[in-house]
């Protein structure tokens, strides 16, 4: 117990860091990274307008009111966000970590290599994403009736960290293919863009991609399911115990087939 | 300190055809070709010595590398450094090594150098106090005063070089490998770093491994050599050894005066010797004529040559390594021990 | 206009040959974007049930969905990478090469990126586009494929390509002030994405906005050829809308010679 204390706290030492190390690259690229924010602020903006020509039209899609897709909407950027903060390097996995052989180097440190990799990027473009979230929640919460109980308090954060973690693991699961492949990033991307169904609820989608995205790729609990509790539908064993099963479910599978992975790296030529 | 025995690599090569049909043929049922990068090698490092690592490109050098600090897992065969096995329990073992390919970096790109060593420090658990004293005594050896403020993009290769060997050597490795230290820079830089891997050699006894493509890194360095060539091992003893068996080949060159009176020159009756002693070359402009200086003295030549033509110009230097290790594996010596 | 072909010709199979390399990971990222179509798609399919209406400002159901993934399709194909490979020339310097060669600029660049785009053409646009008449067969019961429509398309979707190569050359220089152009990317991207009707057709816009709107460039990327399209401009809408692109064409090849013309002189002056 104290080794595991001993182990944890290092690891948040180090995120530390590579924080303050990342923060300090940033200010480097300060006007880029300015326009970029509000590349993504003016994006989502453009998304609520879109909503909003939609609404501007029906009074509800499918019993679902404007605010309450706003709500589902906001909530389905948190662990977005928190995956994009802290695991973005992943990502390059996929892309070319692997292909150029770069890989090596994370072999050579004394820490594991899924923790060296994803430590060493701290994408501070999530926080567009998550001010943009937690503001539509802001906007939407006094409107969709939500109770504000403790318990419920306690079970968002408990579903914005597993819902994280979907999004996680289906990214290491992806990217961990280009230790076979050389190269998955696009793999990766196609199985990403899935999660943008969360935003609506499952409804609106026929059986078949229901089901997909319910038990399949299921970023459904990273959004729709666990908003919709809050929402006052459905019951928190499915909707909630559902993201934390999943969220496990695909760790589990990431970090096995990862390590793997790992184990049959072959390096590139010198 | 390193034991290495019938060490063995084996690679998969998917064998891919071309056109969309070969890649979906090759992702479903898959043609594999085993290639052995690695085949049947073993040799013992004591601490504290300098290994010389060479062969030609693609000998399986740096994939001998990689198995020895845990990045590659070994077909078959055993290697055990500092009693640690490097592809079991590796985050351990890794702590023991210090490694720099020379060819990529292990310094993050965008920040300053400082940086860099501070995310180290912690990432090897180096306390405060022993950080202080390391960073004198690397900043000593390799010069990093001058540039440990700028950000590494702008640093030139030497210094990148001078900074990756610092990074390696933070958390004070008992052994440090080498993957060509010193590729692409220019004489000055490589006399410098020369000189401060021999320092922390000395200083600490630190177990170094080079991989290498130039004979100067191996003479200066090295107490000894491993050469491989095609996966196996070809030749493994002392530099002296080396340079009294097979070093002493030599290689005179001259440009003629007029190419009638050097037309005369018969080494081979001169110094009564065989083909295999002596190879003459003569592309209508340079004549180069190697020799091994064992059988007969550079003077010798010299003079014998001189005796008959007039040349305008004339030296005499070494066969370059890949030549020796090519009259190595030519001549097919037995490895060994 | 044959030497021009037969000089340019290589950097178009050059292109083409690169495309082909990547196609595997092109159909996967491909395929990752078709998804973002299907969500909008049952999203609007959502909008007319529960609306009960049978028009959305002026757009059927049906029309809405061909609306979707024809756009999404002329967005794929007539995309171009002038922007980055012009930053990246001028940020690793290599831009003073280019002067001193005996061939424009920027012809280089748009010959190759014909070859891709062919490629890129050639795995999406049969496909996409059976599947957009499929459908409407299926909805409406009957055969609207109108091959006029579809010749004017075709035409309208190639200025729309060059429009959007020119106009990217010209955002291009803008590496000369800026450092890095990702953040900035982003934003264009962004801005043009909406303002040329990748999000909602420019109708749904407030009326005098979307007048503005139809007259700016962007509309010439996506909205023209996408309305040319789907039949809803009578014939000398049509027309006007050509010329329109044309109008824009012209301009931005104009506009980046000015800006080169400026560099070069810029350069000799400077040095490099």
């Known amino acids: 117990m104290k080794k595991f204390f001993k182990k944890t706290h290092r690891m948040f030492k180090l995120h530390r860091i590579f924080i303050k190390q990342d923060l300090k690259r940033l200010m480097e690229y300060k006007v880029d990274f300015l326009t970029g924010a509000v590349g993504m602020l003016l994006t989502q903006a453009i998304n609520l307008f879109f909503l909003s ?32 903060l802290f695991f973005d390097n992943l990502w390059s996995i996929g892309y070319f970590i692997i292909r150029k052989g770069d890989f090596d180097k994370y072999l050579t440190r004394p820490v594991s290599t899924l923790f060296a990799v994803t430590v060493e990027k701290f994408q501070v473009d999530a926080f567009g994403e998550l001010v943009v979230g937690i503001a539509f929640l802001c906007v939407s919460i006094p409107n969709v009736n939500l109770d504000v109980s403790f318990l419920n308090i306690l079970l968002f954060i408990v579903s914005v960290f597993f819902a994280t973690f979907i999004f996680t693991g289906v990214k290491l699961i992806t990217s961990s293919i280009a230790f076979w492949t050389k190269q998955s990033g696009n793999i990766t991307y196609m199985f990403y863009m899935v999660n943008d169904f969360a935003k609506y609820p499952t409804t609106i989608y026929n059986r078949a991609l229901s089901f997909i995205i319910t038990f399949i790729i299921p970023f459904a609990f990273t959004a729709f399911f666990p908003a919709s509790y809050f929402l006052g539908n459905g019951n928190a064993l499915f909707n909630i115990g559902g993201t934390a099963m999943m969220a496990v479910i695909l760790m589990a599978v990431g970090i096995f087939v990862w390590n793997k992975g790992v184990s049959s790296y072959e390096s590139a030529g010198s | 300190m390193i034991y ?9 090569k998917v064998v891919k055809e071309p056109g969309l049909k070969g890649s979906i043929k090759s992702f479903f049922k898959p043609k594999n070709e085993i290639i052995t990068a690695v085949d049947d090698i073993s040799f013992h490092v004591p601490k504290g010595e300098i290994m010389g690592f060479i062969g030609p490109n693609g000998a399986g050098k740096s994939t001998v590398i990689k198995m020895l600090t845990g990045i590659l897992t070994p077909t078959s065969g055993k290697c055990e450094i500092g009693g640690q096995i490097p592809y079991k329990n590796r985050k ?33 658990e180096v306390d405060n106090e022993q950080y202080k004293k390391r960073m004198a005594f690397l900043n000593e050896v390799l010069e990093l005063d001058d540039f440990i403020t700028s950000p590494v993009r702008t640093l030139s290769l030497g210094q990148r070089m001078r900074a990756d060997i610092a990074a390696s050597l933070l958390h004070s490795p008992k052994v440090l490998f080498l993957d060509e230290p010193t590729i692409g820079l220019d004489v ?40 491989i060539d095609k996966g196996s091992k070809v030749f493994d003893g002392a530099i002296d050894e080396l340079k009294s068996r097979y070093g002493q080949s030599r290689e005179l060159r001259f440009i003629p005066a007029d190419f009638k009176t050097a037309e005369k020159l018969d080494y081979k009756r001169e110094f009564n010797l065989t083909d295999d002693d002596i190879l003459v070359e003569n592309d209508g402009h340079i004549i180069s004529v190697k020799f091994n200086s064992d059988t007969v003295s550079v003077e010798k030549m010299l003079s014998y040559t001189l005796s008959v033509t007039h040349v305008n110009d004339i030296n005499v230097g070494d066969a370059d390594i890949e030549e020796i290790i090519k009259d190595i594996y030519k001549s097919g010596v037995n490895p060994s021990a | 206009m044959r030497k021009i072909l037969r000089i340019y010709k290589p950097f178009t199979h050059a292109g083409f040959l690169l495309a082909a390399q990547y196609r595997v990971n092109f159909i996967f990222f491909i395929f990752g974007d078709i998804l973002r179509c299907f969500i909008n798609y049952f999203l609007w399919h959502a909008v007319f049930t529960s609306g009960g209406a049978k028009t959305f400002m002026g757009f059927s159901e049906h029309d809405m969905v061909v609306y979707i993934f024809i756009s999404f399709l002329t967005g794929i194909v007539s995309y171009s990478d002038g922007a980055f490979a012009v930053g990246e020339e001028i940020r690793d310097g290599s831009i003073a090469m280019r002067m001193i060669k005996p061939i424009r600029f920027e012809f280089a660049f748009l010959f190759q990126e014909l070859g891709e785009r062919t490629m890129t053409a050639m795995i999406v646009f049969v496909p996409l586009m059976a599947g957009v008449e499929i459908y409407k067969f299926a909805a409406t019961g009957v055969l609207g494929f109108n091959i006029w429509y579809f010749l004017v398309y075709l035409l309208s979707l190639t200025l729309s390509y060059l429009i959007n190569f020119y106009f990217n050359v010209c955002y291009g220089y803008s590496a000369f002030v800026l450092k890095y152009l990702w953040g900035s990317n982003l934003l264009k991207d962004c801005i043009v994405g909406f303002l040329s009707g990748g999000v909602v057709p420019l109708a749904f816009m407030p009326a005098g906005l979307g007048f503005v709107l139809n007259l700016l460039p962007f509309a010439s990327l996506t909205y023209i050829p996408v309305m040319i399209y789907l039949g809803m401009y009578d014939v000398p809408t049509i027309l006007l809308s050509l010329g329109l692109q044309v109008f824009w064409l012209a301009f931005f090849i104009f506009l980046q010679r000015i800006i080169w013309n400026a560099c070069v002189r810029h350069m000799s002056v400077q040095g490099g």
Not at chain 2, 99 to 114: C, I, K, N, P, Y
Not at chain 2, 192 to 210: D, H, P, S, W, Y
């Open chain 1, 53 to 84: 020509i939609i609404f501007s039209q029906i009074p509800d899609l499918k019993g679902y009111t404007f605010e309450k897709i706003i709500f589902i909407y906001g909530f389905s950027l948190l662990p977005k966000a928190i995956d994009h």
């Open chain 2, 4 to 12: 290495v025995e019938n060490l063995r690599k084996e690679f998969k």
């Open chain 2, 92 to 124: 351990n073992y890794v702590k023991e090594i210090g490694v720099v390919f020379g060819q990529r970096t292990q310094l993050w790109w965008d920040l300053a150098l400082r940086e860099t060593y501070t995310v180290l420090k912690e990432i090897y």
């Open chain 2, 188 to 227: 000055v830089v490589k006399d410098n770093i020369r000189g401060a891997i021999k320092a922390i050699n000395a200083e600490e006894q630190t177990t170094v491994i080079l991989t290498t493509h130039d004979l100067q890194d191996v003479e200066n360095l090295c107490d000894r050599i491993v050469m």
